[in-house]
């Protein structure tokens, strides 16, 4: 073969390979593992924002949501994308209390019991929570609220005394905490297999919203509703760091400008959710309103435990948080 045939030989194939490496690069698939059912308004919310990211980047980087634990399980969504198994994903932030009680920081009983104090209270933790993820090789992308937390039963519950040997379905350290100062038995169990865990008798009570209540059909096992309105906790989407770095910065806008819209489109209908649900659990057949007096006053006396307990835990970043809310 001549010099110049070889030369131009190998630069049709170097430029075949190039054009498959830029066609590699233009094209990313994304799994996104997500921990709820795929009706729940933060998996829509997450179905949104993967739509706006593909259209967005051109079909550059294609999200696909995997939602109701699917690809990964709740608790194992973090680890999965720090890892880089998955290269994002969401999760409950609190969930991860055990790692660090400062990820508790929405789960303190009565801090933040409304959208407008959970939006301020998110303000002041978020410079906090973005660096301790950061740390953990994540980048903190949107966070969107549940609506308020309320009390599950089987039974009418006037005071705490009621709640005494009930099994509670916990979802994080705080939850288990309260069930613990109630005098309940907890178990940790995925919102995805809750509506399992009550029908078998393996729990028979939780704190939860109206949403997730609603989500997994509870009256089919549960009777009663009670508003507590005790806090707010909240779900959040992260990437893998590395992933996030190799993403060239045009993409990076893209996903950053469909985040906000995502985390404010999620807080709209977690607001829109929030009476929808409960409606939904009266249809269902459910006895839905506010705790009694009584009741309140003891859970407010626990929520005084709990807020002190915390505080402790989370030491010096814990007490910014809490002190920059109430500065507001
Ligand atoms: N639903 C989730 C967390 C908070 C909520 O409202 C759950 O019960 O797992």
Not at 92 to 105: D, K, P, R, T
């Given at each position: 073969m001549r010099k110049s045939n070889c030369l131009s030989i190998l630069a049709a194939s170097v430029a075949v390979v190039g054009l498959s490496i830029s066609g590699a690069a233009q094209a990313e698939k994304w799994d996104m593992p997500m921990a709820?059912?795929?009706?729940?308004f933060h998996s829509v919310t997450g179905a949104e924002f993967a739509k706006c990211v593909t259209t967005g980047t051109g079909g550059g980087i294609e999200i696909v949501t995997h939602p109701s634990g699917s690809l990964f399980k709740g608790g194992d969504i973090k680890r999965a994308i720090q890892t880089g198994q998955a290269p994002i994903g969401e999760r409950l932030m609190s969930g991860h209390q055990n790692e660090n009680a400062v990820f508790g920081f929405d789960s303190i009983p009565f801090l933040a019991t409304s959208f407008d104090d959970s939006e301020k209270l998110w303000q002041a933790a978020k410079p906090t929570m973005e660096k301790l993820l950061d740390e953990q090789n994540l980048v903190m992308l949107y966070a969107v609220p549940w609506p308020p937390q309320g009390l599950y039963f089987k039974k009418e519950v006037n005071s705490v005394a009621d709640m005494k040997g009930v099994k509670f379905r916990s979802y994080n350290n705080a939850t288990a905490r309260l069930a613990e100062l109630t005098g309940m038995a907890p178990v940790q169990i995925e919102a995805a297999e809750i509506s399992q865990a009550f029908a078998t008798g393996v729990a028979e009570s939780m704190v939860s919203s109206g949403a997730t209540g609603y989500d997994r059909k509870v009256w089919e096992s549960l009777t009663h509703f009670y508003e507590v309105d005790a806090w707010l906790p909240r779900n959040y989407v992260m990437v893998n760091k590395d992933v996030w770095n190799e993403t060239d910065e045009a993409h990076q806008n893209v996903i950053r400008a469909c985040a906000s819209i995502a985390e404010y489109a999620g807080t709209w209908r977690s607001k829109e959710y929030t009476g929808f649900t409960m409606a939904g659990l009266r249809e269902g057949g459910m006895t839905v309103g506010p705790a009694g007096d009584q009741l309140v006053g003891e859970l407010k006396e626990i929520g005084n435990t709990m807020t002190t307990e915390w505080l402790e835990a989370a030491g010096e970043d814990g007490k910014a948080i809490v002190d920059a809310f109430n500065a507001e």
């Amino acid at each position: 073969m001549r010099k110049s045939n070889c030369l131009s030989i190998l630069a049709a194939s170097v430029a075949v390979v190039g054009l498959s490496i830029s066609g590699a690069a233009q094209a990313e698939k994304w799994d996104m593992p997500m921990a709820y059912s795929g009706t729940n308004f933060h998996s829509v919310t997450g179905a949104e924002f993967a739509k706006c990211v593909t259209t967005g980047t051109g079909g550059g980087i294609e999200i696909v949501t995997h939602p109701s634990g699917s690809l990964f399980k709740g608790g194992d969504i973090k680890r999965a994308i720090q890892t880089g198994q998955a290269p994002i994903g969401e999760r409950l932030m609190s969930g991860h209390q055990n790692e660090n009680a400062v990820f508790g920081f929405d789960s303190i009983p009565f801090l933040a019991t409304s959208f407008d104090d959970s939006e301020k209270l998110w303000q002041a933790a978020k410079p906090t929570m973005e660096k301790l993820l950061d740390e953990q090789n994540l980048v903190m992308l949107y966070a969107v609220p549940w609506p308020p937390q309320g009390l599950y039963f089987k039974k009418e519950v006037n005071s705490v005394a009621d709640m005494k040997g009930v099994k509670f379905r916990s979802y994080n350290n705080a939850t288990a905490r309260l069930a613990e100062l109630t005098g309940m038995a907890p178990v940790q169990i995925e919102a995805a297999e809750i509506s399992q865990a009550f029908a078998t008798g393996v729990a028979e009570s939780m704190v939860s919203s109206g949403a997730t209540g609603y989500d997994r059909k509870v009256w089919e096992s549960l009777t009663h509703f009670y508003e507590v309105d005790a806090w707010l906790p909240r779900n959040y989407v992260m990437v893998n760091k590395d992933v996030w770095n190799e993403t060239d910065e045009a993409h990076q806008n893209v996903i950053r400008a469909c985040a906000s819209i995502a985390e404010y489109a999620g807080t709209w209908r977690s607001k829109e959710y929030t009476g929808f649900t409960m409606a939904g659990l009266r249809e269902g057949g459910m006895t839905v309103g506010p705790a009694g007096d009584q009741l309140v006053g003891e859970l407010k006396e626990i929520g005084n435990t709990m807020t002190t307990e915390w505080l402790e835990a989370a030491g010096e970043d814990g007490k910014a948080i809490v002190d920059a809310f109430n500065a507001e």
